[in-house]
């Protein structure tokens, strides 16, 4: 089966935080499981599509969803008019011809269905589809790389020890004020001054994390205004509308935040 | 003014007092160019009624001197009404009050245009008067109103802070609440005494700090990472010296209440204010005060000021809206250097040119000064205090002149309203400074300090009144404190004796730490079949669809989110023996604390304890036992030890300060308990039911936030009240001895 429409063919913008990129070639390299973790939208799911257009192997990403199931991630049987036939999952593709199979969001699934993935990402590296009676050996360039946002889950969410333990792990942070500053430039194609101030807002709403905000802007939303901006709309009016609103329902904070805004922009 | 028209107002004028007669040419001549004749005949007419009512010359002359102003801004019909209204006062027990009302009259025409605006005015006074009114054995009236003179004496000072439904609101509250305590009436409508200040701040015009305080502690943490409490302090007309804003070591100090001023809301005043003081705390070093002339302070705290706003419009642009729009604009030539002293308008012109770029100097000195200043703050610099010093000593001795010294000082437009008095940064040093400290301060305000290193600025909380269906705003102060600590291992001993409940505990613990199961279908694995699913699908299977594979169940257990404030009474009260056990009450409830403690804690739930008790409503103390970080260990332990009993159980207002934390708790359930062993009374209260019904309301507040409240009562005869305050919520223990292991279970009760 061919999967190399999986592969990524141009090069996704990637801004390099510090040494992560050895880190990962490395790991992969040893062929060992990568978990990494960090705030939403701060650039992992980026990172892993960068790494795999780097390593030049196919990525298959699942979204992981509270309703998953093992069979969604090893495959199933389906009907069709000669009778059933079994379908591999994404989890099982990658692992017989060779793909990172990126889980997004690990902790959204539930615990046990988790398991599944415990004897690819040990020294076995094999795969049991039971319903089908087949073991899939792990195909060399097959590599298992999750996600997880430590902190907005609550306790009952987090993974198993057992399964933890079966990664190596890389943290990672929204990125630093100049830094994310050029992100937002590449991405949203707006001019310095504007970027900076765009970040300034980011960091503002940052700190009201643990006040009242679950979470602060992420560097994606900041993209997103950014690109509103270059299509136009006023500055203050983008970072309402991506910054503001998608993260707080609160309207003490709202307008804070809006006030922050004005006071950002002048 | 021909002389027959003359003859015609002296022939209308009847009045005989010799006083009267004398003060009529006077008040003829200033009559005559503000009335019209018609107007000036009633006007005379009712000096006469006024003369005639029995009242004495006062009234008249009082009438006589301020009508003619009153007339000309409500027209001739409010001499009827005023007159009309005169003679009712005299004829009542309130007679007193006459001068006083046709005084205030003056100071309502500031305010107030259209006569229907004056009658309403009479109508709140008679209301006053109509609340006020004594009854002795059915004879009404015979009393005079206590407050009505002094009411009326302090109108001049109401009007211009309230409006007319306000001063109605300021007048219900005093009349309904010191109905039968003339002297605090007196002293309400004296305007000194707490209560009033309170409710004028809350009736004022403008924005009320308290409504905006959490807006500004978000803009404090977000914008400026600085994590000093917010305080507000009255802004009175009685004090000759306004207080300013200022930054403390401790404290970030802004005034009560703030209107809006040059179409800049209140709200963003205090955000100016807050981003001033902010900057002084991240750009401004200190400078001791000592070595420079007060002239010199002057100017550079000018420059300073300029400095840090500057900084602050470099980091936040949009403050140069706020500050522009409340700097003053000094016009040129306002101030007549060889009149009187004109430091303060340079100060005030220098510091508007040096952060306004289009302000028009006019001034070659002050040109250059901007100069120098924007060089020590180009490319990006931040300059520092101690050059803004050498700056401000430039500018002062460069532009001083004789005049400075003169005693008339020019203050026109020269305060600039969002900056604080800078005692941020100027430090003095005072050989006596120690002084104070030994001498103890004799006059004790009403606000008693109570306060030691571990206490947090007082915090005040409205109180329910149920007579008058209203709060009493920020009736009492609530200190918050670290409780102090004792010997942990009193504790460990006191519990040993309950090793059997423990143990006991532990296992009803095990059996509540997997709660409640809960079903979930459509599972593809599960743990069971589901049958109803199973057939739908089999069914589907045979008919030739596409089946549903979900045709299990399985369970899950129920995620246990709650957060739990314990609220403990430790009011004299405690330190009753209970005759069954020769124990005190307060050695049960440690016991029961500790042990409560202990299994919230193996539970894994959030869980804070806080004792409370309070003398009079100024001081109620709030003790800080156990938080909802803090684990259950020897430093709880020994906080727990050193409980002591004393004071009364005002109950309303721990249960609110206990509120803003439980509030803030990111949990899906939150509880709090009481544990108290009678009813809430303080020596203040003379009306039992009053902190009854405060408590009764202060449950049905944390009801509307999300909190529930259950009261764990000692007293046996608490059936009377509790169900009063906490209807089904709450259980008796009638032995005491029970306490630590009834308490417990209550908790685990309610939580599973």
Known sequence: MDISHYKIDQEPFYKQLTNEVDLYQAAYAAKLPIMVKGPTGCGKSRFIEYMAWKLEKPLITVSCNEDITASDLVGRYLLDENGTQWIDGPLTLAARYGAICYLDEIVEARQDTMVVIHALTDHRRELTLDKKGELVKAHPDFQLVISYNPGYQSLMKDLKQSTKQRFCAMDFDYASADLEASILIKEGNIDQETANNLVKIGHTARKLKGHGLEEGISTRLMVYAAMLINKGITPIEACKMALVRPITDDLDIRETLDNAIELVFG | ?752
């Open chain 2, 1 to 752: 003014m021909t002389p027959e028209i003359r003859k015609k107002y002296q022939n209308q004028f009847t009045c005989k007092f010799p006083a009267a007669i004398d003060l009529f040419e006077p008040s003829l001549n200033s009559a005559e160019k503000i009335l019209s004749e018609q107007q000036i005949f009633a006007y005379l007419d009712g000096a006469n009624f006024l003369c005639k009512i029995g009242q004495g010359v006062d009234p008249v002359l009082v009438y006589m001197r301020s009508m003619p102003e009153i007339i000309a801004h409500f027209g001739g019909d409010s001499i009827e009404i005023i007159t009309h209204y005169s003679y009712q006062l005299a004829r009542s027990p309130n007679k007193k009050s006459l001068i006083p009302f046709l005084q205030s009259l003056k100071s309502v025409c500031l305010r107030i245009d259209s006569i229907d605006d004056l009658q309403y005015y009479l109508h709140i006074i008679d209301n006053y008067v109509e609340k006020t009114k004594t009854i002795i054995h059915g004879h009404q009236s015979i009393h005079e109103s206590a407050g009505m003179i002094a009411l009326l004496e302090s109108i001049p000072n109401l009007i211009p802070k309230l409006c007319l439904k306000g001063i109605e609101n300021f007048i219900h509250y005093g009349a309904s609440n010191y109905k039968d305590a003339p002297d605090q009436q007196k002293e309400y409508f004296k305007l000194q005494s707490h209560d009033a200040k309170s409710i004028i701040a809350r009736e004022r015009l403008g924005t009320n700090f308290k409504s905006i305080e959490h807006k500004l502690n978000m803009a404090r943490d977000c914008l400026w990472d600085c994590d000093l409490p917010l305080s507000s302090y009255t802004t009175d007309a009685h004090q000759i010296r306004k207080p300013q804003p200022y930054l403390g070591d401790e404290i970030i100090a802004l005034p009560d209440v703030l209107e809006d001023k040059n179409s800049i809301s209140g709200l963003n005043r205090y955000r100016a204010i807050l981003a001033h003081l902010m900057a002084h705390k991240k750009w401004s070093t200190r400078l001791m005060a000592d070595n420079y002339a007060p002239q010199l302070q002057l100017m550079v705290s000018a420059f300073e000021d300029a400095r840090v706003d500057t900084l602050a419009m470099r980091k936040y642009p949009g403050l140069k809206n706020y500050f522009l729009a409340l700097h003053p604009y000094p016009k040129k030539g306002a101030c007549d250097k060889s009149q009187m002293s004109c430091l303060r308008y340079r100060a005030t012109r220098l510091s508007r040119a040096l952060i306004d770029p289009q302000f028009d100097a006019d001034d070659d000195l002050i040109k250059e000064m901007c100069k120098k200043f924007h060089h020590c703050l180009s490319n990006n610099k931040e300059s520092s205090t101690k050059e803004m010093s050498d700056l401000g000593t430039d500018y002062f001795i460069k532009s001083r002149c004789d005049s400075d010294s003169r005693p008339e000082i020019y203050f026109d437009k020269t305060e600039v309203s969002y900056r604080d008095d800078n005692r941020y940064f100027w430090y003095h040093y005072e050989e006596y400074d120690e002084a104070d400290e030994i001498i103890p301060d004799e006059y004790q305000n009403e606000e008693k300090k109570v306060e030691s290193a571990d206490s947090l600025p007082p915090k005040y909380y409205d109180e329910w009144d149920y007579i008058s269906k209203g709060y009493k705003p920020d009736w009492t102060i609530v200190y918050e404190r670290l409780h102090p600590s004792g010997d942990a291992s009193h504790i460990d001993r006191l519990v040993e004796k309950y090793a059997e409940l423990a143990k006991r505990l532990k296992s009803m613990i095990e059996i509540l730490k997997p709660q409640n199961k809960k079903r979930i279908r459509f599972q593809e694995d599960g743990e069971e079949l589901d049958l109803d699913i199973a057939l739908r699908s089999l069914i589907d299977y045979k008919s030739g669809q596409t089946p549903d594979m979900r045709i299990n169940y399985s369970y899950a257990t129920d995620s246990r989110d709650i957060a739990v404030m314990l609220l403990v009474d430790t009011s004299e009260s405690l330190n009753n023996i209970n005759s069954e056990t020769g124990q005190t009450l307060l050695e049960f409830s440690q016991i029961a604390l500790a042990i409560t403690a202990w299994t919230v804690d193996t539970l894994g739930d959030k869980f804070a304890i806080a004792g409370f008790n309070s003398n009079t409503r100024s001081e109620v103390r709030y003790q800080h036992i156990k938080g909802f970080s803090e684990k259950y260990n020897a430093t709880v332990k020994a906080r727990i030890a050193e409980m002591k009993a004393a004071y009364s159980t005002r109950m309303g207002a721990a249960m609110r300060h206990a509120a803003h934390y439980l509030e803030a708790q990111p949990a899906e359930k939150k509880l709090m308990l009481i544990l108290t062993d009678g009813e809430p009374a303080d020596i203040d209260a003379k009306d039992p039911q009053s902190l009854i019904k405060d408590t009764k309301k202060a449950v049905e507040e944390l009801k509307s936030k999300g909190i529930f409240s259950y009261c764990i009562n000692l007293d046996k005869n608490a059936d009377d009240y509790v169900q009063d305050i906490f209807t089904n919520n709450y259980t008796i223990i009638d032995h005491v001895d029970k306490l630590p292991e009834q308490l417990p279970q209550v908790f685990m009760k309610l939580s599973s």
